[in-house]
């Protein structure tokens, strides 16, 4: 049977997934096309060969007995009220991270989720890069020993990106900046290698680079993960150019007491324990895939869970731990204090 699905948000993240349906064109179709630009949504069924239907009406797309999953790729403020309209209507939902405002929302939104049955999906395509896997089986085999201390970075600069007034510039319509929007990126990477996170410590600060931002684009922050390890992060999107040399432009290392792991240049190992690794930093010749593929990736492994009743590795329930890590590194910049992270 065809999975029909319901596009709502025509924008950047839904043009990354369409090469998703493109790969998977015999297990699912697009059937509708929803923004509020009509133009965009029109652009975008006349890519699928024009027979999705267009609309800038979301609960249209909902409403209709013909979509049997939606996609969600709109602002971070309709997020909330979109899933919990999907769930009313017992659709399955595929939907962009970040997952919600703060984790109030999220919360409800996986309640009503889990009262439906229905499949609840988060796109936090990182965790489906191929390279991604790899890496978490050496770590779970202790290949570089237990894992000590972690670094993550990234470098963007948002004006370039997107005009003055985009959506992404307000605090009231994303719930945040980099920290929110980018940083939550190797955030739930990082708990998928290394587990959950106990406690943060954050700064950051509005650079005015980014004309009319009103929310952070610079962060600096500590985590403390459950097993011990202590992990670093900088992230801004006020880089003029970006410095780091790996195949999604952040900077992952991972520090062991066998070992290490990094992505510079594509990915490397040293190892005490494992032959081929025992001689300084080692290629592991990974694909370091373009970045593209996990977005074909998330949406395959999304389509596998619709079809088969599979729940997703990136699931509504999973995502929380990753929300709350998010909500507690902006409770640390407002306390001036480190936080503990909610149990979700």
Same mark, same amino acid.
Request: aromatic share 8%.
């Given at each position: 049977?065809?999975?029909?699905?319901?596009?709502?948000?025509?924008?950047?993240?839904?043009?990354?997934?369409?090469?998703?349906?493109?790969?998977?064109?015999?297990?699912?179709?697009?059937?509708?096309?929803?923004?509020?630009?009509?133009?965009?949504?029109?652009?975008? %069924?006349? =890519? !699928?060969? +024009?027979?999705? $239907?267009?609309? /800038?009406?979301?609960?249209?797309? *909902? &409403?209709?007995?013909?979509?049997?999953?939606?996609?969600?790729?709109?602002?971070?403020?309709?997020?909330?009220?979109?899933?919990?309209?999907?769930?009313?209507?017992?659709?399955?939902?595929?939907?962009?991270?970040?997952?919600?405002?703060?984790?109030?929302?999220?919360?409800?939104?996986?309640?009503?989720?889990?009262?439906?049955?229905?499949?609840?999906?988060?796109?936090?395509?990182?965790?489906?890069?191929?390279?991604?896997?790899?890496?978490?089986?050496?770590?779970?085999?202790?290949?570089?020993?237990?894992?000590?201390?972690?670094?993550?970075?990234?470098?963007?600069?948002?004006?370039?990106?997107?005009?003055?007034?985009?959506?992404?510039? %307000?605090? =009231? !319509?994303? +719930?945040?900046? $980099?920290?929110? /929007?980018?940083?939550?990126?190797? *955030? &739930?990477?990082?708990?998928?290698?290394?587990?959950?996170?106990?406690?943060?410590?954050?700064?950051?600060?509005?650079?005015?680079?980014?004309?009319?931002?009103?929310?952070?684009?610079?962060?600096?922050?500590?985590?403390?993960?459950?097993?011990?390890?202590?992990?670093?992060?900088?992230?801004?999107?006020?880089?003029?150019?970006?410095?780091?040399?790996?195949?999604?432009?952040?900077?992952?290392?991972?520090?062991?007491?066998?070992?290490?792991?990094?992505?510079?240049?594509?990915?490397?190992?040293?190892?005490?324990?494992?032959?081929?690794?025992?001689?300084?930093?080692?290629?592991?010749?990974?694909?370091?895939?373009?970045?593209?593929?996990?977005?074909?990736?998330?949406?395959?492994?999304?389509?596998?869970?619709?079809?088969?009743?599979?729940?997703?590795?990136?699931?509504?329930?999973?995502?929380?731990?990753?929300?709350?890590?998010?909500?507690?590194?902006?409770?640390?910049?407002?306390?001036?204090?480190?936080?503990?992270?909610?149990?979700?």
């Amino acid at each position: 049977m065809t999975i029909r699905v319901g596009l709502i948000g025509c924008g950047l993240m839904a043009r990354a997934h369409l090469p998703g349906y493109e790969a998977s064109r015999n297990e699912a179709e697009i059937v509708m096309c929803c923004d509020n630009n009509l133009q965009l949504a029109r652009d975008t %069924s006349a =890519k !699928l060969g +024009g027979t999705a $239907v267009v609309t /800038t009406d979301w609960q249209s797309v *909902i &409403d209709n007995p013909q979509v049997d999953v939606v996609d969600v790729c709109a602002p971070h403020f309709l997020h909330a009220p979109i899933i919990l309209a999907a769930a009313k209507a017992g659709k399955h939902v595929l939907l962009e991270k970040p997952m919600a405002m703060n984790l109030a929302e999220a919360r409800e939104m996986v309640t009503a989720m889990d009262k439906v049955g229905k499949v609840f999906m988060v796109a936090q395509n990182q965790r489906y890069l191929p390279e991604h896997a790899p890496i978490k089986k050496w770590l779970d085999e202790g290949a570089i020993g237990r894992v000590i201390a972690a670094r993550i970075d990234g470098n963007q600069f948002l004006s370039k990106s997107y005009p003055e007034g985009h959506w992404l510039f %307000s605090k =009231k !319509l994303a +719930g945040g900046g $980099v920290i929110r /929007t980018t940083a939550i990126h190797k *955030i &739930d990477l990082m708990r998928s290698f290394l587990g959950d996170v106990r406690r943060v410590t954050a700064l950051y600060s509005t650079s005015g680079l980014n004309p009319g931002m009103d929310t952070e684009d610079i962060a600096a922050f500590a985590m403390e993960f459950e097993s011990g390890a202590i992990g670093e992060a900088f992230f801004t999107f006020a880089a003029y150019q970006n410095p780091i040399p790996t195949a999604s432009h952040e900077l992952v290392i991972l520090y062991g007491t066998k070992g290490m792991i990094n992505n510079i240049n594509g990915w490397h190992m040293h190892s005490t324990e494992v032959e081929g690794y025992k001689n300084g930093l080692t290629s592991m010749g990974l694909p370091n895939a373009d970045y593209g593929q996990s977005f074909v990736h998330e949406v395959k492994h999304f389509l596998d869970c619709v079809a088969n009743g599979k729940t997703p590795a990136t699931s509504g329930h999973d995502n929380l731990k990753t929300m709350a890590i998010i909500e507690a590194l902006y409770q640390s910049v407002e306390t001036g204090k480190t936080t503990l992270v909610e149990h979700t």
